[in-house]
Each structure stands twice: as C-alpha cells, then as structure tokens.
C-alpha cells in the first residue's frame, strides 16, 4: 500500500477557497506552502502587469509608487511567526455562530521576508496628522448590504504599522509567494490575527481618521453578549494536541502526548496537562526557549496511560501573564476562541 500526505488541505469552502491544515501536519518550525491554511473572502485576484507596482499615498510627504524590482533590492527583514486565523476554532462556540465552520487547523507557520513598512514609510515620509495605515488588496467582490463591489481592505495605527516586524513580504520559506498567499506582495502583521495582513497589495494609503471598511467596522469585531463590541487584534494564547489525536484509541502504559501552543505579541512561557480539569502537572517546552515572540513552541508529556476513557486538557500561559481560560469568551461572530483544549481518547 502506497501511503500519501493527500490531501494536504480540509476544504470548507470551495468558492471562496478555505481551507485549513490537518494538525498532524503542525510538526516542524516552517510550514512548507502546500500545507499552509488558505482564508479567502473572495475569489483569487487575477494578477497583472499592475500588481509589480505598489503605490504609498494619503497622509505622506510626498506620495511614491514602488516598483517590485525595486523593492526586492532594498534591505530585507525575515521573520519567522505564525498566521492564525481569527475565526481558527469556531465550530468549537456553544451556541454555535455562523461563518466558516473552522475546526483547530486555521493556523500555520513559517518565514517571511521582505522590507520593514516603516523603511519604506521613511522614504515617502509621514505627515503630522496620519493616524492610521489602509492596505488594500485586489481580491474585490460582493458584501452584504453593500452595492457596489468592494475590495478587501483593513486598516492598523500608525505605531503598529510602523513596527520593524511589520512588513510587505515578498517571499515565503526562501521562495517568491505563492500566488494563493499574496504574489507578488502582502502584509505580514506578526502577533495579530491572520485578517491583519492582507493579501495581494495593491496600495497603502495613510490617513487622518479611521478607517470604517466593513473588514474593519463589521467583520473582525468581537460582539460578547454582555459588553461592548471592540476590534479583533492580537492573538490570543492558545494550544493543540497532536498526539494522540481526539477519540484516538491508544495502547496502556507509557504514552508520549504532544502538540503546539501559541500566543500573541507574547511568547509561550507554560504548557500544564491535566486528566480532570482541577489538578495540573507541567508539560515539557521542547527547543529553543529564546525569542519565541509570535512563534509557537511544542511541547510533550509522558503519561503512563491507565485502562479506560480519559479526557486530556492542555493549558497555555504566556509571557504576559495570559492563560487559555476554562470557557470562551462567546461573541456573536466568533472570533478568538481559546478555552482551554481538551480530547477525548480511550486506553485499552
Ligand atoms: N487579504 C486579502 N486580500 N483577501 C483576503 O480575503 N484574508 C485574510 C488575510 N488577508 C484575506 C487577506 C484572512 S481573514 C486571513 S486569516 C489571512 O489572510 C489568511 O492568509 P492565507 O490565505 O495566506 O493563509
Ligand atoms: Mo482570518
């Protein structure tokens, strides 16, 4: 028998196209492109002659349009983070919310590269009163209550946009984009949910008020049931188990359980396993533990694993005192869901 990594994506849906990564794929530091999850609101952009230029206007000194060869020979910024997106675990939300029906894959990793916003910011110069940075992409097409087409487009404040690891990245895991993932140019906003780094750059355009597009006024905001609604941005600390895999049957005795976690503008600082929900024991951190900022960590567990059916629960901390919580936070559109991860599996 021939064994095949096939299909290397689950669809959800098929047009547009979203797909996510099977977990057991999350293994390794980079995610080659084949594997990394797609989250599409419209169809694919075709891609022209035009799409080499990337024009930087509004709230600036002087407004330049950049060339691609241009902007590949200027000095270049790698950064290694992963890209979750902010819907990853919705289907887990009880009462259920509508939207793409993410199981726990909407997430992948790699290395970017391509050239700091704020160099490119630094040329064209930035007027007194900019406020906030619009990127928009050239993916376009129908939104509810809305006429006309509209393209994909989100906005970030000045100072995240010009942090040095937020950058127009050109290259993924040493080769050109893909086109599925940008080509030729997309944001890279590390730290921050996936909607954040928008695809396929067609202009950025700095203004001096915010932005009220419906990527950024409607979707991506989280509605709780009892507190006021505020914009969906950074990541939150959140985990995976891979091994074993939920309602897996495994032998008894000694049994290795692992997986990833992951946080936002933070590192993973604790992975804490527990077989009730009440008492936890410390996981083991596997690799580097230095600068593990908007990287995910894996770690492992060994449990000598008794006759029976068991739940296993995984808890993440991170740098900033975070700590996946017992119940998700319930918002009408179901973003950010992180409670604490849990499978379910039988030992005979
Ligand atoms: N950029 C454009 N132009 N159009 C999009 O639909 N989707 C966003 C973001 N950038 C999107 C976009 C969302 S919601 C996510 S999660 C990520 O792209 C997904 O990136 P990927 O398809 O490369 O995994
Ligand atoms: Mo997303």
Request: hydrophobic letters at 35%; glycine letters at 6%.
């Amino acid at each position: 028998m021939e064994l095949s990594n096939k299909p290397y994506l689950t669809t959800r849906s098929i047009n547009p196209e979203n797909q996510e990564t099977p977990i057991k794929f999350l293994k390794t530091e980079t995610i080659p492109t084949t594997y990394f999850f797609r989250r599409n609101h419209f169809q694919y952009p075709t891609i022209l002659n035009d799409n080499f230029f990337l024009p930087i206007t509004g709230q600036v000194k002087m407004p330049i349009v950049f060339q691609y060869s241009q902007i590949v020979q200027m000095e270049t910024t790698a950064i290694k983070c992963f890209l979750e997106c902010a819907g990853n675990k919705r289907s887990k939300f009880n009462p259920p919310v509508f939207g793409e029906q993410w199981e726990e894959g909407a997430i992948s990793q790699g290395e970017w590269k391509g050239i700091s916003l704020s160099c490119l910011l630094e040329i064209t110069g930035i007027a007194a009163d900019a406020r906030e940075v619009v990127f928009v992409g050239y993916d376009y097409g129908k939104q509810e209550d809305i006429e006309h087409h509209i393209p994909f487009a989100r906005s970030l404040p000045l100072e995240k946009a010009i942090h040095p690891d937020t950058i127009i990245a050109y290259e993924y895991n040493g080769r050109p984009l893909t086109y599925k993932h940008g080509f030729p140019f997309r944001l890279i906003v590390p730290g921050w949910y996936g909607m954040a780094s928008v695809k396929w750059l067609k202009k950025i355009i700095l203004i001096d008020d915010t932005f009220k597009g419906p990527f950024q006024t409607d979707d991506y905001v989280y509605y709780p049931k009892l507190s006021d609604p505020y914009p969906v941005t950074m990541v939150n600390v959140n985990s995976l188990i891979q091994k074993p895999l939920d309602y897996e049957i495994i032998d008894e005795g000694v049994t290795l359980i692992e997986g990833i976690a992951w946080s936002g503008e933070s590192e993973v600082t604790n992975v804490d396993i527990s077989f009730n929900g009440q008492q936890w024991v410390d996981a083991i951190l596997i690799g580097e533990t230095l600068d593990k900022t908007n990287r995910w960590t894996k770690w492992k567990f060994h449990w000598n694993a008794p006759k029976g059916e068991h739940t296993i629960y995984c808890r993440a901390s991170d740098s900033k005192g975070r700590k996946q919580p017992l119940e998700p936070m319930w918002n009408k559109k179901g973003y950010g869901y992180n409670a604490i991860t849990k499978i379910r599996v039988k030992v005979k």
